[in-house]
């Protein structure tokens, strides 16, 4: 399936959000301490998440409506990727990875790094499938959450910028 990948529009980050949050009950929750599941659920951070991210977040959407977003931090990394469950094996990762690596050659970057649980092995099988490969393992504090988890760092070589 094809989808659409463009910026996201401010007056759509309440959908966007909702697609944070199921993505995070889906793929996320079950990994982390049932404390930390139990506050992020009750504090519901993604409407404020997603507004934060503004400008760097690109959207795919199916029909117009949002089903997957990512961001980089235009050094490099992607910082954030998420898919509707029910969107899921579609490709809407994929494309999404696709359309932030272009974003980050564009900078000049000659590779893109990203941050994965290590126990989210649905995750680390799609980077590696679009050829990430893993740089560095260990606890790292997420931001996010505000807990050490233990991550992969993963990195894909990236060919030269095109030329506009």
């Known amino acids: 399936m094809i989808?659409?990948?463009?910026?996201?529009?401010?007056?759509?980050?309440?959908?966007?959000a909702a697609v944070m949050r199921a993505s995070w009950d889906h793929g996320i929750a079950p990994l982390v301490?049932?404390?930390?599941?139990?506050?992020?659920?009750?504090e519901q951070p993604f409407d404020a998440?997603?507004?934060?991210?503004?400008?760097?977040?690109?959207?795919?959407?199916?029909?117009?409506l949002p089903v997957g977003a990512g961001a980089d931090d235009q050094e490099g990394h992607i910082t954030d990727l998420w898919v509707a469950p029910e969107h899921q094996g579609h490709g809407v990762g994929s494309a999404l990875l696709?359309?932030?690596?272009?974003r980050i050659a564009q900078t000049g970057s000659r590779a893109a790094r990203l941050e994965v649980l290590t126990a989210n092995v649905r995750a680390l099988a799609l980077y590696r499938?679009?050829?990430?490969?893993?740089?560095?393992?260990g606890l790292k504090l997420d931001r996010g959450i505000g807990i050490a988890l233990h991550k992969?760092?993963?990195?894909?070589?990236?060919?030269?910028?095109?030329?506009?």
């Open 3 to 16: 989808h659409h990948i463009r910026a996201a529009h401010p007056d759509e980050l309440d959908r966007v």
């Open 49 to 64: 998440f997603a507004r934060t991210l503004g400008r760097r977040l690109m959207v795919a959407d199916v029909g117009g």
């Open 98 to 102: 696709a359309a932030l690596e272009a």
């Open 33 to 42: 301490p049932g404390l930390v599941r139990r506050r992020v659920i009750a």
């Open 129 to 137: 499938y679009r050829g990430y490969r893993p740089e560095w393992q």
């Open 152 to 164: 992969t760092g993963m990195v894909k070589r990236l060919g030269p910028a095109t030329p506009r």
